[in-house]
């Protein structure tokens, strides 16, 4: 409902008060762009000035958006470009911490990005090393590879919705998922054993 909301409040801007639809838009899209940014560039200073950055494009974007693709995906494409210009800028890469971007869940589900919810303060210390490993090697993956995963792992975006917001066919999309997962898995061997 918010992003339909926020879509009327783009197409519509002339017929009211602008500001007023712009903290529309910074209401219900804040969390969701700094969590992708976070997802992407695993820094929360970085993260808070993407969005930041994000909603001054949008601000000053709003309107050339000519509906093609729908509102959440404008910015997501939007955010995402802002995350690879800010990786790019920063030749020695992000200080991360995958605290907030692990997903707790059953360990079946084939992602990466995936654990268990510990039972014990034993596996509580194993979760602690184990979000060193995967942040270890998430850092290893390209930002094209790991802005693929974050969208995907992270923010449930599909397929389709990834590739319109990185401006890419749904094959490469594909492939750069399966490439982020594969080198993942084979990173992570060592921590999940010969039956991962």
């Excluded at 993942?184 to 010969?194: E, I, N």
């Amino acid at each position: 409902m918010a992003k339909k909301a926020a879509e009327r409040a783009i197409h519509h801007r002339e017929n009211g008060n602008d500001a007023e639809r712009f903290r529309k838009i910074v209401d219900d899209f804040r969390s969701r762009i700094y969590h992708t940014a976070y997802g992407i560039v695993q820094d929360p200073d970085d993260a808070k000035d993407i969005t930041q950055e994000v909603f001054l494009k949008i601000y000053e974007k709003m309107g050339t958006f000519k509906g093609e693709a729908s509102f959440s995906t404008w910015i997501y494409r939007i955010t995402v470009n802002a995350c690879i210009d800010m990786l790019r800028k920063k030749k020695t890469g992000p200080q991360v911490s995958l605290r907030e971007g692990i997903h707790y869940g059953a360990r079946e589900t084939g992602s990466p990005l995936i654990v268990g919810r510990p039972d014990s303060p034993f596996d509580a210390t194993y979760q602690t090393e184990l979000r060193a490993k995967i942040k270890e090697a998430f850092l290893k993956l390209s930002p094209e590879h790991r802005t693929a995963l974050v969208l995907r792992e992270i923010e449930g975006l599909s397929y389709q919705e990834i590739a319109n917001s990185l401006e890419c066919s749904v094959g490469t999309v594909m492939s750069r998922l399966h490439y982020a997962r594969k080198r993942m898995q084979k990173l992570l061997a060592p921590v999940w054993g010969d039956s991962r």
